[in-house]
């Protein structure tokens, strides 16, 4: 039997997540479930797994969450950054998934560190921000950071059984989101409900927009650069809109070792709390015979400029990427109410970028101090 923390449970990967403990009773127990803002869900997860602590985002939920607890059913409620800290470090929790959205997820990533828990990770923005801080604290502890993305749980998949110094190539897999074969022209023309519409992953609203503009393709190279120790010109991503493919990596010998499935979270989120071993998520196989070709393109840079922050932010390091993640997040924040175009995103992480100086070998204070300057600045420039 796991214990279970679970940061971010009302989320797309969050109740993933809880779905499998549901198949599985006999394998997981959840300890600790923590949510921002959904907390009629959150109140009936509760009632259905009875953590033993609980956390929102802030003391009025905390109030809302009481008064909608029914029965005897009355765990510890937390709130606030310290409520989701505690969470990540709670005494008898085994694992801590972290299926928070944005930096806030990285102060309890390294509260869970340091009280040895093990990792599944599925917040990209904490290795964004502060990967080599992440790493480190993780080897000092002898802590386990387990991938949760399904790209990065391939690659972690694929690395199995392989020596790192044979590792030539990591090849990132993108679906391309739904503006793949719209022109660069018709960009000024996206309206947030064609944003979100994405043609193949169910994913919260923030994940889906990155998908749209390709950012999230970003986010997960820097984070591949810190997962696996390799150089962002090690990294290369293929457009592969069929999803099947979950990425790849190929060696010197010029061997390529895909893994491949149905574009369902479920199987890397499994991986993650219960390999090597893997479990019966009662999933079908692709059917190969219907779809014929698999489909791969290179990316469009001109239209999704996402990826060449990225590679600039991985190339000059310190804190530009922390401040390329913030910047993204005030703009796709900015983007679901409404405020910017489509394009203003990539305008307003572009300039965010350029005016930034950056410090390099950065402390924990100096990567949260450029995270709030980056999120100033992206606001005047707003």
Known sequence: MKNLSILGSTGSIGTSALDI??????RFQIKALT??????SFSKQIEEFKPELVAVINEKKAMELSRSLK??????ILF????FIEAASYKTSDIVLLAMVGAAGLKPALAAIESKKQIALAN???LVMAGEIIMAKARENDVPILPVDSEHSAIFQCLKGSRKRDLKKIFLTASGGPFRKKSFDEFDQITLEDALNHPTWNMGHKITIDSASLMNKGLEIVEAVHLFDVSHKEIEVIVHPQSIVHSMVGFK??????????????GAISYALSGPERLDLQMDFPLFATLGALKFDAPDTQKFPSLLFAYEACKQKG???????AANEVAVNAFLEKRIDFLDIFRLISKTMALH??????DLFSIIEADCWARDNAQSLI
């Open 319 to 325: 804190t530009l990427p922390a401040v390329m993640n």
């Open 35 to 40: 949510a921002a803002n959904n907390i009629l």
């Open 71 to 76: 029965g005897s059913c009355r765990p510890e």
């Open 253 to 266: 010998d010029g061997s390529i070792i895909a893994q491949m499935g149905q574009p369902d979270m479920k």
């Open 21 to 26: 403990v549901r198949m599985h009773p006999d």
């Open 80 to 83: 606030g950054e310290a409520g």
């Open 357 to 362: 100086t950056r410090i390099d070998n950065p």
């Open 124 to 126: 990209k923005e904490t």
